[in-house]
Nanobody, 126 residues
Framework: QVQLVESGGGLVQPGGSLRLSCAASGFTLDYYTIAWFRQSPGKEREFLASINWTGRNSYYSDSIKGRFSISRDNAKNTAYLQMDDLKSEDTAVYYC???????????????????WGQGTQVTVSS
């Protein structure tokens, strides 16, 4: 069974940091683009970052550029989202996603992704 499982969310104060993990089971992440999205109540799911299968090319939304960093460790079958200088507006459920096939270049649209994790809650509050 193909699964993506996010972890690492929690409550953090403004200015703090968290590192989210996205672990794959039932398939290997090799050759798959990985992306991170988030969704707040009443808002559409928002693209944050994506990384191609080699890890050499990454892309970021302007809203988080310079504060968040996406990476991957194919040997561990895991991708990461390092989040620094967190703000209250970063509060959301964070999801990792993979497209339906290997070898696809990173995209920023929800519809380009097929495999989704269950999400992990990030709350930024003092």
């Amino acid at each position: 069974q193909v699964q993506l499982v996010e972890s690492g969310g929690g409550l953090v104060q403004p200015g703090g940091s968290l590192r989210l993990s996205c672990a794959a089971s039932g398939f290997t992440l090799d050759y798959y683009t990985i992306a991170w999205f988030r969704q707040s109540p009443g808002k559409e799911r928002e693209f944050l970052a994506s990384i191609n299968w080699t890890g050499r090319n990454s892309y970021y939304s302007d809203s988080i550029k310079g504060r968040f960093s996406i990476s991957r460790d194919n040997a561990k079958n895991t991708a990461y989202l390092q989040m620094d200088d967190l703000k209250s507006e970063d509060t959301a459920v964070y999801y990792c996603a993979a497209p339906p096939a290997r070898g696809l270049e990173p995209a920023n649209l929800v519809d380009e992704y097929y495999y989704w994790g269950q999400g992990t809650q990030v709350t930024v509050s003092s």
